[in-house]
Each structure stands twice: as C-alpha cells, then as structure tokens.
C-alpha cells in the first residue's frame, strides 16, 4: 500500500517537472496509478483530461 503510493509520488514529480505547478498533486499522482505508472500515458491522460482534479480516492479504492 504505502510503497505503491509512494512510487505514484514520486513519479507525479515527473509531471510536474513538465507541467508546473499548474498540475495539483493529487490530480498527477491519480493520473499516474490510472496510467499504470506510465508517465507518458499519464500525461495523455491529463491533456485529454483537460488537468481537472482527479478524485484519488476513488481511484484508490480500485486497489485496496
């Protein structure tokens, strides 16, 4: 659990290395476990998106 949100962290800090700090955390790290810990699908995801806040929880609760 913990781990798996942590990788989900600190590959959001990747996104936000391209997007800015216009990209909330929540939302980067939501699109990285959606995207399967692909940084590039996560970006896709966000742009078609358009970067509105993903609900973490819900995502979340998929895997617990």
């Known amino acids: ?35 399967n810990f692909d940084t590039e699908r996560a970006l896709d995801h966000i742009f078609s998106q358009g970067m509105k806040y993903l609900d973490i929880q819900t995502l979340l609760s998929i895997y617990y």
């Not at 942590?6 to 216009?22: D, P, T």
Request: aromatic content about 6%; proline content about 3%; hydrophobic content about 50%.
């Open 1 to 35: 659990g913990l781990i798996f949100f942590s990788q989900a962290v600190i590959l959001s800090g990747q996104l936000h290395s391209i997007l800015g700090e216009s990209l909330h955390e929540p939302t980067a790290v939501a699109a990285i476990i959606q995207s």
